[in-house]
């Protein structure tokens, strides 16, 4: 199928649109999803899946800034849809979320010359982000399911700036 992503006139006064070469790379490109890719510990209190926590799940975390800063392009998929507990998921859900500022910080502070943001709302819609949401959005002030991730997710922004 097709995908046109709109360009936001306010955020890019220059007109900027999605280069031929971010198009070849998303076409032909490798995807990580970060739900796939991260092991997903579902009990997350002391004594359960600790040898878990410090393991796979562990390295795997510490690896995020290494795999933003191998991809080429940067996609928040955000479709309007319902969680498995009733709760909304949505672009500003998204934004809300310390672990999705993480990986969009990790992003911003990459050493890319394009930190753009695509963000897709579901098969017909997608824009750039506005590239000055990040000051509205730190990391530590994030969501977390888990408090504990907080400290975590601190250490990985401490990682990005590296």
């Known amino acids: 199928g097709k995908l046109k992503v709109e360009e936001d006139m306010v955020s890019f006064?220059?007109?900027k649109?999605?280069?031929?070469?971010d198009r070849a790379a998303i076409a032909q490109g490798f995807v990580f999803f970060d739900w796939f890719a991260i092991p997903q510990i579902t009990a997350r209190v002391a004594g359960v899946n600790e040898d878990l926590q410090r393991s796979a799940a562990a390295l795997a975390v510490q690896s995020i800034p290494g795999y933003v800063e191998a991809a080429d392009?940067?996609?928040a998929l955000?479709?309007?849809?319902?969680?498995s507990n009733g709760s909304p998921c949505n672009y500003a859900t998204w934004l809300s979320r310390g672990w999705c500022r993480a990986e969009w910080w990790c992003h911003l502070l990459s050493n890319k010359t394009d930190s753009s943001v695509i963000i897709v709302y579901s098969a017909k819609e997608a824009e750039f982000m506005f590239p000055?949401?990040?000051q509205q959005h730190i990391v530590s002030t994030g969501d977390f399911t888990v408090e504990s991730d907080r400290d975590v997710v601190v250490k990985l922004s401490e990682k990005a700036l590296e």
């Open 132 to 134: 000055l949401n990040w």
């Open 13 to 15: 006064p220059i007109f």
């Open 78 to 83: 955000v479709p309007e849809t319902l969680h």
């Open 17 to 21: 649109s999605v280069s031929r070469r």
């Open 73 to 75: 392009v940067f996609l």
